[in-house]
């Protein structure tokens, strides 16, 4: 996945930089052996795959997230190989760069992280039918270890995060404007998930710093935020809170502590809920191991929430032909009525 | 019996819906009404999202009026006539509506117009007709007293453009059918009820229809309103959601059927101050939640589409 995602935008970045660059002569020189050849993109591919080997020791486990290569750098390998095609697009490329890449996965001192997630779902995936009543997903996996569980460091714990779909959400408050309550001023939350559970080996915010919380998005307050928000009203926290507020009552975000048990720092499993009023899409569960407030280890899997069977049906027909869902929407009540007026009278005589 | 509701995308008691349904048709039966009036307000509470409630709402009304109305034409009270022009009117009105509602989504004020109107609408029609049943009860009670006169002339009758509608007995303008046609259409639309409730008594009153008649034909032109405005709700903010109109009607369309008999045995100016009693509590209610501190004064509505 990872290799096809960086091909892909090698393969982009190339003709985009043969498109623009022509414009600095300066630049041109060096630039056109480098990009504008289809070799040179697999010249650098093998790059990346050095690089690679690293995220793709462990795949067995799953293609999410690979293990990274170093606990600092943390921050998914996928982005940093992103970010170095991405300055290598905008400046003037040079041979060195790609060499430059070079090294520097190789630099990592380990091999490999000491600790690795291995996880696994009870499901992967949940269909809502017309019964469909909340459903509960059994988290669990395992702690991979090179070698023996180091001593010096601090307790393993373990966290696991649950996120549903991020839709736009548009959050409005009431006012009492003349003796009646009127929704006056409102707020756009760009990333509220529609759902956001966090089970955890220990109290969350001390088990974490909050900047290894900031940068992986773990805990409802640092998942829910606003982009353009602070514009539009003087208090954007007054409304985050408030989806916040909201969605808890309605137990779409949940945080349980010690929740996740974890057994001779190998084995860890939960058990989250998912609500009846779930929405449709990928619910991203990570699995975190960590150590000293820091995130050692990061694994992924994903839960698909469909709508199924005659739900799915009525939810596509509405959507995708409107006028024939009215017409039938009609018909069956016509029906009906019709039918019980029958009835009746055949029950009188 | 939990069932996950495929539009409002939420997960309700279907036995629930049943009994909400059936308790609506019998109200429609007895009344002439499609309870929307009652039915969108409770739909609401049990945590329906409110466009979904409004737009699914018309549809069972279909169901339940076409099921009272039958029971009417058995009796042949309904006056065909009447019920087309003011249909005429009310197809207009309801296209109107359902852009007003859905300008009204946009701007998120939805829920406030619906209660506005609702206030506003059932109080002044409850007070009126609470008043005006009360009279009659007691002038009925008085021994020897003549029933009121009905055929009261008033600016209705001076208008242009006279029709006879032989059933009502009544010989009159064609205008103000029209225009009660299509204020019940806008409101219809907003407010997801059939309109029976302004229709009834505006045809008493303004028009001077039978009561006998009235609930019949009134019956008869919601279902067409409530008809086409379930199709304009399909087509423009696809928020009709099937399995809950089904259960809705299920328990609807029977007690429709026991509503128009017990409505066949009470009199007149029962029927109306029933009816006048129910509108004025709904009323009350929705006032109340109005001005009242909510609980939650902040309010959450997802994605671009709704």
């Given at each position: 996945m990872i290799r096809g995602l960086l091909f892909l935008l090698l393969a982009l970045g190339a003709p985009a930089l043969a498109q623009t660059d022509p414009a600095p002569v300066t630049a041109q020189p060096e630039d056109v052996p480098e990009t504008a050849q289809g070799e040179d993109a697999r010249q650098m591919a093998p790059v990346q795959d050095t690089a690679e080997p690293q995220a793709e020791v462990t795949p067995e486990s799953q293609d999410g997230d690979a293990p990274l290569p170093d606990e600092p750098a943390a921050a998914p390998a996928e982005t940093d190989t992103e970010t170095d095609t991405g300055s290598q697009g905008e400046a003037d490329?040079?041979?060195e760069p790609a060499p430059e890449d070079d090294p520097k996965p190789e630099a990592d001192p380990e091999p490999t992280a000491p600790e690795q997630a291995v996880g696994g779902l009870s499901q992967n995936r949940v269909s809502i039918t017309a019964g469909f009543d909340g459903s509960e997903i059994f988290v669990f996996g395992a702690v991979m270890r090179e070698a023996p569980v180091p001593t010096e460091a601090g307790p393993l714990d373990v966290v696991i995060t649950v996120e549903g779909p991020t839709l736009p959400v548009v959050v409005r408050r009431k006012e009492r404007v003349l003796g009646i309550w009127v929704n006056t001023e409102s707020a756009n939350i760009d990333e509220a998930p529609s759902f956001y559970a966090v089970a955890t080996t220990g109290p969350l915010d001390q088990i974490l710093t909050e900047t290894e919380r900031l940068r992986h998005r773990i805990g409802v307050d640092k998942t829910v935020r606003t982009i353009g928000a602070r514009a539009q009203v003087e208090d954007p926290q007054s409304f985050i809170d408030a989806v916040v507020r909201i969605r808890e009552n309605d137990a779409l975000y949940t945080r349980q502590d010690d929740t996740v048990d974890l057994r001779q720092d190998t084995l860890f499993s939960t058990e989250i809920v998912l609500p009846a009023n779930l929405v449709e899409g990928d619910y991203r569960t990570r699995m975190f191991l960590v150590r000293d407030r820091q995130v050692v280890n990061v694994t992924e899997q994903v839960i698909t929430v469909r709508k199924d069977g005659l739900e799915r049906l009525i939810y596509t027909t509405a959507h995708e032909r409107p006028l024939l869902y009215g017409i039938l929407s009609l018909l069956v009540a016509l029906f009906a009525g019709w039918a019980a007026s029958e009835a009746f009278r055949f029950l009188r005589r | 019996m939990q069932i996950y509701l495929p539009i409002a995308e939420v997960s309700v008691n279907a036995f629930l819906l049943l009994g909400l349904g059936g308790l609506v048709g019998i109200l429609s039966g007895m009344f002439g009404v499609g309870g929307g009036f009652l039915l969108t307000p409770l739909l609401f509470f049990i945590g329906i999202p409110p466009a979904v409630a409004v737009a699914t709402q018309a549809n069972q009304i279909v169901a339940s009026s076409l099921s009272g109305v039958m029971a009417h034409f058995q009796r042949r009270t309904v006056d065909l006539k009447m019920g087309f022009v003011l249909l005429a009117g009310g197809l207009v009105g309801s296209a109107l509506g359902v852009r007003v509602f859905t300008m009204l989504q946009k701007i998120g004020q939805v829920e406030l117009m619906v209660s506005l109107c609702y206030v506003v609408f059932l109080g002044i029609i409850g007070g009126l007709m609470f008043i005006e049943s009360w009279r009659a009860i007691r002038r009925s009670r008085k021994p020897g007293a003549r029933p009121a006169p009905r055929k009261h002339h008033s600016w209705?009758?001076?208008?242009?453009f006279k029709m006879r509608f032989r059933q009502s007995q009544l010989y009159i303008s064609a205008i103000p059918v029209l225009l009660i046609g299509a204020a019940v259409g806008v409101l219809a639309a907003i407010m997801g009820v059939g309109g029976g409730f302004i229709m009834v008594p505006a045809m008493i009153y303004i028009l001077g229809m039978p009561t006998k008649v009235v609930i019949g034909t009134s019956l008869f032109q919601i279902i067409f309103v409530a008809g086409f405005t379930t199709l304009m709700h399909a087509t423009s903010t696809q928020t009709v959601d099937a399995v809950l109109a089904l259960l809705l009607l299920l328990g609807g369309v029977i007690g429709a059927q026991v509503g128009t008999r017990i409505g066949m045995r009470m009199k007149a100016e029962q029927l109306r101050i029933l009816l006048a009693i129910m509108v004025l509590v709904v009323c009350f209610k929705l006032a109340l939640d109005l001005v009242l501190t909510p609980n939650e004064i902040y309010s959450l509505t997802t994605g671009a589409a709704h």
């Open positions: 490329p040079q041979p | 209705v009758h001076g208008l242009p």
